[in-house]
């Protein structure tokens, strides 16, 4: 059985970097033999996380839709950005929301539950977003899932990718291999288990 996998990134800012980190981790995933879904986060807008509009008004359908996809997909991979060395406000917002999901039509869900998750990261910078993946790690350690090890940080990311939206690099391209083939080879052990 193929795992399905789930990748999105943490920025919605035209042209950015971590959306090219998510469409090379969907080429390889794919290639590796992956079902694969990539969404943009853009897609399912969000208010800011607020307990008090969540008890006026319950958890917005954009998060439910979310909630969903998580729960339907075996694992998941975040291209994430770095935000003063820590997790952009789009993705911790996404990450709250879904969170706070328990029921869907009257039946439990828990979007988080059994997902295996692997964080890549990118930046201009010279530790290519990974500073804002220690932060990142924790807070989805908190809501349940499990995070490989392995992990790709594409530094200087305004000249890593060709342009056929390939890594110019041949080290950062193996990296992401790794990434994407620990994630299906946990996918796969976490399904068996099942």
């Known amino acids: 059985m193929l795992p399905k996998i789930l990748v999105f990134a943490g920025s919605n800012r035209t042209g950015a970097y971590s959306k090219k980190v998510a469409n090379v981790a969907v080429e390889t995933l794919a290639g590796l033999g992956a079902d694969v879904t990539l969404i943009a986060l853009a897609d399912y807008p969000l208010p800011i996380m607020d307990e008090d509009l969540e008890k006026d008004k319950g958890v917005p359908a954009n998060a439910m839709k979310l909630g969903r996809l998580?729960?339907?997909?075996?694992?998941?991979?975040?291209?994430?950005?770095?935000?003063?060395?820590?997790?952009?406000?789009?993705?911790?917002?996404?990450?709250?929301?879904?969170?706070?999901?328990?029921?869907?039509?009257?039946?439990?869900?828990?979007?988080?539950?059994?997902?295996?998750?692997?964080?890549?990261?990118?930046?201009?910078?010279?530790?290519g977003g990974a500073r804002g993946l220690y932060h990142l790690r924790s807070v989805l350690m908190n809501v349940g899932t499990q995070i490989i090890t392995e992990q790709c940080s594409v530094i200087h990311a305004h000249e890593a990718f060709a342009p056929d939206g390939t890594f110019r690099d041949e080290r950062t391209a193996k990296s992401m291999q790794r990434v994407c083939q620990a994630l299906i080879d946990h996918t796969r052990f976490e399904s068996s288990r099942r």
């Open 70 to 127: 998580f729960a339907a997909h075996d694992g998941i991979l975040i291209a994430s950005p770095e935000y003063n060395s820590s997790i952009p406000p789009l993705l911790k917002n996404t990450i709250d929301w879904v969170s706070r999901i328990s029921r869907d039509d009257d039946k439990p869900l828990k979007p988080y539950a059994g997902k295996v998750v692997a964080l890549c990261s990118s930046s201009e910078g010279n530790f």
